[in-house]
């Protein structure tokens, strides 16, 4: 068969006789149907032109998978004659090109989707009119397409996508990918099963007028026909299933919740600290606990934490030059702050090390600790004052001052988070297995604690430090989302995307208040507060109708100039705040390392969220797997959403086949050493000897082969390979060697 000849062959069902030939040449191509009947032309076909066109777009091989299959590797789920006896509209006047918008209900249909092969295969005409035009053109269609599936197979590059991410599907395509479709009824079945073709989310392969749909026509030809990519957008995507092979690429690491989830986070990073570089790998995060398994550890700091506040508290408003005296009926005794004194002592004793050869501590009771925590919140949170009806108290009060100020800088020399603290004693909690801000609470108050905690299930909420004193833009809090890609987990390999996008709230920061829309900046819970919005609202307050900081679309370069205006010197987003970032980001993966799967197919893109304190010190607060890309908020959301994904697919899908590939915004943060030896072999047993023969001694009788050698199973041989077993109860150690001789 010469270079202008295919021959493509269907498999036929068992038990059937049924097979298909197609024959395409330049000079006549014949159609051979299952009659035998043959339908000729003279003229070179619209079918060649498009496969001409296909041909000079093909693309590279898919780099995780380089076999080819067999020429046909699959049975066909739709036959032609079954096409051909759908009924449809074969009474058109004249051929034109079938309707454009299939499938728009389709749970994976782009919104976008580029030029398809129906245009090319009628871009010049069939030259029939009426039905015969019709019919040809479904048939020269459905080989056209049908071509197009199996190249696609031929070269591993079918792509399955459980989620809506327009930008990823078009840079896939781009790259000679073809796209395996779903309706919403199957999308919880496994990958590889067989989609159902009586889903409603799913409009008819025949369309109106007669043409035929393509995606539907994909979808049915592909309906067997396992992804060899897959990217799954579902939150409760825990670990693939048995059908996955090897070499199918997945964008997910199995149970990447145990180091993703916020409890898993907090349980991994309390060992962070053996993975510390310098330059390389450092972190700061805020403490944090499990209430249904830290609850004394995390009361015993819920009281410290409010001693150390009442003492900011006294020494700020001594510096300050405020009163501390009120009234008798709105203020504490002073024995109060000698109380926190001695608590914050012991602290700093603790943290110095100093209480090892003590032979005694100092023993305080619930009910003393209840009392304190009870006037600490009249003072911070109430406005109350210190008593002064006291005859000493001006004495008191000036020795408790110079003791707090001693106290509080030894302890901000040996506290790494006691600025993140400040002195209201605010702590946050968080679902641990929820996203998008879902089920959020702050509060400083011990009751209302443990009142959530008690409402729901063990484990489902940490009980995070809330950072009291972050870094403020115009008066409103930010964080900072970074997105970095895990290629290859042994040895690690870590890409960080070089923009960062900055999510602000809507309101102005404030503690009086735990608004939502102050304190939370995610995404999801600041749409509901954007400006268009509000605007809608039509409220008398002006404020609703202002536009925030938020509504101006600050990017990483307006942060790093506003940081200049503050007295930073040099560039301090592209100097100080991304090393750190990147820096936590190597810590806490080296940290969860173990726990990573080892699968050479899969890959996974996170999203880092980060808060930075007056000094431009960097906190992670949490790892997000699964980020959110779809559907942009903003303008800059909608232009960093389409590069991040554009730039994942250049380092997953390019950079294989060229390593000096364009890596779009993803940079190399991280590679680990190669090892050189292999890290678990499993178990296994190497016995190096050769055989011997025990003989009896030379008085017995040499002729009884029985007693010449000794059996393996003998008295004989269990004396001379094992020490004789005692009888003895106590322990008693046997050298093996010196027992034979």
Same mark, same amino acid.
């Given at each position: 068969?010469?270079?202008?000849?295919?021959?493509?062959?269907?498999?036929?069902?068992?038990?059937?006789?049924?097979?298909?030939?197609?024959?395409?040449?330049?000079?006549?191509?014949?159609?051979?149907?299952?009659?035998?009947?043959?339908?000729?032309?003279?003229?070179?076909?619209?079918?060649?032109?498009?496969?001409?066109?296909?041909?000079?777009?093909?693309?590279?091989?898919?780099?995780?998978?380089?076999?080819?299959?067999?020429?046909?590797?699959?049975?066909?789920?739709?036959?032609?004659?079954?096409?051909?006896?759908?009924?449809?509209?074969?009474?058109?006047?004249?051929?034109?090109?079938?309707?454009?918008?299939?499938?728009?209900?389709?749970?994976?249909?782009?919104?976008?989707?580029?030029?398809?092969?129906?245009?090319?295969?009628?871009?010049?005409?069939?030259?029939?009119?009426?039905?015969?035009?019709?019919?040809?053109?479904?048939?020269?269609?459905?080989?056209?397409?049908?071509?197009?599936?199996?190249?696609?197979?031929?070269?591993?590059?079918?792509?399955?996508?459980?989620?809506?991410?327009?930008?990823?599907?078009?840079?896939?395509?781009?790259?000679?990918?073809?796209?395996?479709?779903?309706?919403?009824?199957?999308?919880?079945?496994?990958?590889?099963?067989?989609?159902?073709?009586?889903?409603?989310?799913?409009?008819?392969?025949?369309?109106?007028?007669?043409?035929?749909?393509?995606?539907?026509?994909?979808?049915?030809?592909?309906?067997?026909?396992?992804?060899?990519?897959?990217?799954?957008?579902?939150?409760?995507?825990?670990?693939?299933?048995?059908?996955?092979?090897?070499?199918?690429?997945?964008?997910?690491?199995?149970?990447?919740?145990?180091?993703?989830?916020?409890?898993?986070?907090?349980?991994?990073?309390?060992?962070?600290?053996?993975?510390?570089?310098?330059?390389?790998?450092?972190?700061?995060?805020?403490?944090?606990?499990?209430?249904?398994?830290?609850?004394?550890?995390?009361?015993?700091?819920?009281?410290?934490?409010?001693?150390?506040?009442?003492?900011?508290?006294?020494?700020?408003?001594?510096?300050?030059?405020?009163?501390?005296?009120?009234?008798?009926?709105?203020?504490?005794?002073?024995?109060?702050?000698?109380?926190?004194?001695?608590?914050?002592?012991?602290?700093?004793?603790?943290?110095?090390?100093?209480?090892?050869?003590?032979?005694?501590?100092?023993?305080?009771?619930?009910?003393?600790?209840?009392?304190?925590?009870?006037?600490?919140?009249?003072?911070?949170?109430?406005?109350?004052?210190?008593?002064?009806?006291?005859?000493?108290?001006?004495?008191?009060?000036?020795?408790?001052?110079?003791?707090?100020?001693?106290?509080?800088?030894?302890?901000?020399?040996?506290?790494?988070?006691?600025?993140?603290?400040?002195?209201?004693?605010?702590?946050?909690?968080?679902?641990?297995?929820?996203?998008?801000?879902?089920?959020?609470?702050?509060?400083?108050?011990?009751?209302?604690?443990?009142?959530?905690?008690?409402?729901?299930?063990?484990? +489902?909420?940490?009980?995070?430090?809330?950072?009291? !004193?972050?870094?403020? /833009?115009? @008066? &409103?809090?930010?964080? %900072? $989302?970074?997105?970095?890609?895990?290629?290859?987990?042994?040895?690690?390999?870590?890409?960080?995307?070089?923009?960062?996008?900055?999510?602000?709230?809507?309101?102005?920061?404030?503690?009086?208040?735990?608004?939502?829309?102050?304190?939370?900046?995610?995404?999801?819970?600041?749409?509901? +507060?954007?400006?268009?919005?509000?605007?809608?609202? !039509?409220?008398?307050? /002006?404020? @609703? &109708?202002?536009?925030? %900081? $938020?509504?101006?679309?600050?990017?990483?370069?307006?942060?790093?100039?506003?940081?200049?205006?503050?007295?930073?010197?040099?560039?301090?987003?592209?100097?100080?705040?991304?090393?750190?970032?990147?820096?936590?980001?190597?810590?806490?993966?080296?940290?969860?390392?173990?726990?990573?799967?080892?699968?050479?197919?899969?890959?996974?893109?996170?999203?880092?969220?980060?808060?930075?304190?007056?000094?431009?010190?960097?906190?992670?607060?949490?790892?997000?797997?699964?980020?959110?890309?779809?559907?942009?908020?903003?303008?800059?959301?909608?232009?960093?959403?389409?590069?991040?994904?554009?730039?994942?697919?250049?380092?997953?899908?390019?950079?294989?086949?060229?390593?000096?590939?364009?890596?779009?915004?993803?940079?190399?943060?991280?590679?680990?050493?190669?090892?050189?030896?292999?890290?678990?072999?499993?178990?296994?047993?190497?016995?190096?000897?050769?055989?011997?023969?025990?003989?009896?001694?030379?008085?017995?009788?040499?002729?009884?082969?029985?007693?010449?050698?000794?059996?393996?199973?003998?008295?004989?041989?269990?004396?001379?390979?094992?020490?004789?077993?005692?009888?003895?109860?106590?322990?008693?150690?046997?050298?093996?060697?010196?027992?034979?001789?």
């Amino acid at each position: 068969m010469d270079s202008t000849t295919k021959s493509v062959s269907r498999h036929p069902k068992r038990g059937s006789s049924r097979r298909c030939h197609i024959i395409h040449g330049h000079e006549n191509t014949s159609l051979i149907t299952k009659e035998g009947e043959k339908i000729e032309k003279n003229t070179t076909t619209n079918l060649e032109k498009a496969q001409k066109m296909l041909a000079k777009q093909e693309n590279p091989m898919n780099p995780y998978n380089k076999f080819e299959y067999p020429m046909i590797p699959y049975q066909l789920t739709l036959r032609l004659e079954e096409l051909m006896a759908i009924p449809g509209n074969f009474e058109s006047p004249a051929c034109g090109p079938p309707l454009k918008t299939p499938t728009e209900s389709c749970s994976q249909y782009p919104k976008e989707a580029p030029i398809s092969l129906d245009e090319a295969v009628h871009s010049a005409g069939c030259g029939f009119n009426g039905s015969a035009c019709m019919r040809e053109s479904r048939r020269e269609f459905y080989y056209a397409v049908k071509t197009k599936v199996e190249n696609a197979i031929r070269r591993h590059k079918i792509f399955l996508i459980r989620g809506d991410l327009p930008m990823l599907v078009r840079a896939l395509e781009a790259r000679g990918w073809l796209q395996k479709y779903e309706s919403f009824k199957t999308r919880m079945l496994p990958y590889a099963g067989i989609m159902s073709m009586d889903s409603k989310s799913l409009v008819d392969i025949i369309q109106g007028d007669g043409s035929l749909n393509e995606k539907a026509l994909v979808f049915a030809l592909l309906r067997t026909t396992p992804p060899d990519f897959i990217w799954d957008c579902r939150n409760d995507f825990v670990e693939w299933d048995s059908s996955l092979k090897h070499n199918v690429l997945l964008n997910r690491f199995e149970r990447s919740s145990v180091y993703t989830s916020k409890l898993g986070m907090a349980r991994i990073l309390e060992q962070a600290h053996w993975f510390y570089e310098e330059d390389v790998s450092s972190l700061e995060f805020p403490r944090s606990y499990n209430p249904a398994r830290d609850a004394n550890a995390f009361l015993e700091d819920f009281r410290r934490t409010a001693a150390v506040g009442l003492l900011k508290w006294f020494v700020m408003r001594i510096q300050d030059g405020l009163g501390i005296v009120v009234e008798e009926s709105q203020s504490i005794p002073i024995s109060r702050l000698e109380f926190a004194l001695k608590i914050c002592q012991r602290y700093l004793v603790d943290i110095e090390h100093e209480n090892i050869d003590q032979v005694g501590t100092l023993e305080t009771t619930d009910d003393e600790w209840n009392t304190f925590v009870e006037d600490y919140s009249s003072v911070i949170h109430r406005g109350f004052g210190i008593s002064n009806i006291e005859e000493d108290a001006p004495v008191k009060l000036e020795k408790c001052y110079l003791l707090a100020f001693e106290t509080l800088k030894k302890l901000g020399e040996c506290d790494p988070q006691f600025e993140l603290n400040g002195m209201r004693n605010i702590w946050i909690l968080k679902p641990s297995d929820l996203c998008c801000g879902t089920g959020i609470s702050i509060s400083h108050c011990i009751k209302d604690i443990y009142r959530r905690v008690d409402s729901k299930p063990k484990d +489902y909420f940490i009980i995070q430090k809330y950072i009291e !004193k972050p870094l403020l /833009i115009q @008066e &409103t809090k930010f964080d %900072i $989302r970074l997105w970095y890609l895990v290629t290859s987990t042994l040895p690690l390999t870590i890409w960080l995307f070089k923009e960062a996008l900055l999510r602000f709230s809507s309101k102005p920061y404030s503690v009086s208040t735990y608004h939502e829309a102050i304190h939370l900046c995610n995404t999801a819970i600041q749409q509901k +507060y954007d400006y268009e919005k509000r605007r809608r609202r !039509k409220r008398d307050n /002006i404020d @609703e &109708t202002e536009e925030s %900081i $938020r509504d101006r679309g600050w990017d990483c370069k307006m942060l790093n100039e506003y940081l200049k205006t503050r007295g930073f010197s040099g560039e301090p987003y592209y100097d100080t705040i991304y090393p750190k970032m990147s820096q936590a980001i190597v810590l806490t993966m080296l940290a969860a390392q173990e726990h990573m799967d080892r699968r050479r197919c899969s890959f996974e893109l996170y999203g880092a969220d980060f808060m930075v304190l007056d000094d431009l010190s960097v906190w992670l607060i949490e790892i997000n797997t699964n980020p959110r890309m779809h559907p942009p908020s903003s303008k800059i959301t909608q232009r960093l959403y389409d590069t991040v994904l554009e730039s994942v697919v250049k380092v997953v899908m390019d950079l294989p086949l060229d390593p000096s590939a364009d890596t779009g915004g993803f940079q190399l943060a991280y590679k680990q050493d190669s090892l050189d030896f292999i890290p678990y072999l499993g178990l296994g047993l190497f016995v190096f000897g050769k055989h011997m023969v025990l003989r009896e001694n030379e008085d017995k009788d040499v002729n009884n082969s029985r007693t010449n050698i000794c059996s393996p199973w003998g008295r004989h041989s269990r004396a001379w390979t094992a020490p004789a077993r005692s009888h003895n109860k106590n322990p008693k150690v046997v050298d093996f060697v010196n027992s034979v001789e």
